[in-house]
């Protein structure tokens, strides 16, 4: 059987399906203002992304033009801190740019208070806390800060954990038993040969970490156009993984280093066109070379697993849907409408069923507040928006 587990796209994530009781807090305003920083810039980044939200706050178009422009100067920024981590190694760099990073989003995060009108932000704010909750889970109302909103005393936060992470465990096992009828689905309709291919070049879903797609940045330190499996071995996540002990590692990094020296000479040199992209060839093909001399062929064959997985991304929720697997596994065209239609019909049945899920494990975690706090819950959270 193949197994891969199901994760959401990212419209799922963003779907804004938090249930609450209509009888309390519909309609009202916040009870405070969330904590400088809590949501960092995520409502900049929300009202620019999606239509309905800006709908829902009256967004205008002057407004709009505003956001962008903040947005598009944090980037400037952003990039430029990222270009000045290319001094340090990769560690150096990580522990650099988490500390410089942040300071960036403050001055934008105020600046685009200025933007809103106070009803605004009032409502951004509860949609993106919503978001923030169906995207994380309910453990993400674990936190002292929220604990301290809803005015829990030491002792409640401790039993309040105790329920999230009671439904918190029940939501994943009802996903687990989800994956592997789905999974069913799936095996009904390739042949046996595809399914062997499919794990083979698949391998078990990786789920340690966030894998970069191939075609975007290549990382924190620059655009270097590393070829897609040395590239992911620049992320220590992924050389866990791997297993990748201290020796291989530095015979990583020398491989990255000579790549990118070279590569910067050329640019210095102001190679372009053909000839940049002959040079590229060269050395990416000089890297592969090299890669088997550093990795042992269990750890390449992962490696090549996990680049297979980030090449096919933006279809993680259903990989099979990918051209680029049904490519690898010569999936016929009836194959692919086949798989389409089943999984739709799949999908739609067992939506129904995750959010009643959810809705019984979001009340079931409301229920164990007092009903004091409950009104701080529902008054802080507001009516519920919904992205199709």
């Known amino acids: 059987m193949i197994s891969f587990h199901k994760a959401p796209t990212i419209a799922t994530l963003m779907a804004l399906t938090v249930v609450i009781n209509p009888q309390h807090g519909v309609g009202a305003e916040p009870l405070t203002s969330l904590p400088d920083g809590f949501l960092g810039i995520r409502p900049l980044e929300a009202v620019i992304r999606y239509e309905q939200i800006r709908k829902e706050i009256k967004f205008t178009d002057i407004q709009l033009v505003e956001a962008r422009n903040l947005l598009n100067e944090y980037k400037a920024m952003r990039q430029s801190t990222i270009r000045e981590a290319r001094r340090y190694s990769n560690e150096e760099a990580n522990v650099f740019l988490n500390a410089e990073l942040p300071k960036h989003k403050t001055p934008i995060r105020v600046r685009f208070d200025e933007v809103l009108r106070p009803e605004q932000s009032a409502r951004l704010q509860q949609i993106?806390?919503?978001?923030?909750?169906?995207?994380?889970?309910?453990?993400?109302?674990?936190?002292?800060?929220?604990?301290?909103?809803?005015?829990l005393n030491d002792e409640q936060h401790v039993a309040w954990k105790v329920v999230l992470q009671r439904e918190h465990k029940r939501l994943n096992e009802a996903g687990e038993i989800r994956v592997a009828n789905r999974a069913e689905v799936i095996d009904a309709i390739l042949t046996d040969l595809q399914q062997a291919k499919f794990d083979n070049i698949y391998g078990e879903r990786y789920r340690a970490g966030s894998l970069p797609a191939?075609?975007?940045?290549?990382?924190?330190?620059?655009?270097?156009?590393?070829?897609?499996?040395?590239?992911?071995?620049?992320?220590?996540?992924?050389?866990?993984?791997?297993?990748?002990?201290?020796?291989?590692h530095k015979q990583l990094q020398e491989l990255l280093t000579t790549f990118a020296d070279n590569y910067e000479a050329a640019q210095r040199d102001d190679l372009k066109g053909l000839e940049l992209k002959n040079l590229v060839a060269l050395l990416v093909e000089r890297e592969q070379s090299q890669l088997p001399k550093i990795l042992l062929p269990h750890q390449l064959k992962r490696l090549n697993q996990l680049v297979f997985q980030a090449a096919v991304y933006r279809y993680r929720r259903d990989p099979l849907r990918s051209p680029i697997v049904a490519e690898a596994l010569a999936l016929t065209k009836r194959q692919q409408k086949e798989l389409s239609q089943k999984l739709d019909e799949y999908d739609a049945e067992s939506k129904l069923k995750r959010d009643e899920r959810w809705k019984n494990a979001l009340?079931?975690?409301?229920?164990?507040?007092?009903?004091?706090?409950?009104?701080?819950?529902?008054?802080?959270?507001g009516k519920p928006f919904e992205t199709t």
């Open 128 to 151: 993106v806390l919503q978001q923030s909750i169906r995207y994380v889970g309910v453990l993400v109302l674990q936190s002292d800060t929220f604990a301290e909103l809803l005015g």
């Open 214 to 248: 191939p075609n975007e940045d290549k990382g924190l330190l620059g655009r270097i156009p590393w070829s897609a499996n040395v590239n992911l071995l620049r992320f220590a996540n992924v050389r866990k993984e791997l297993e990748v002990i201290e020796e291989q």
């Open 363 to 381: 009340e079931a975690c409301i229920n164990a507040l007092l009903p004091e706090q409950q009104a701080r819950y529902y008054r802080l959270i």
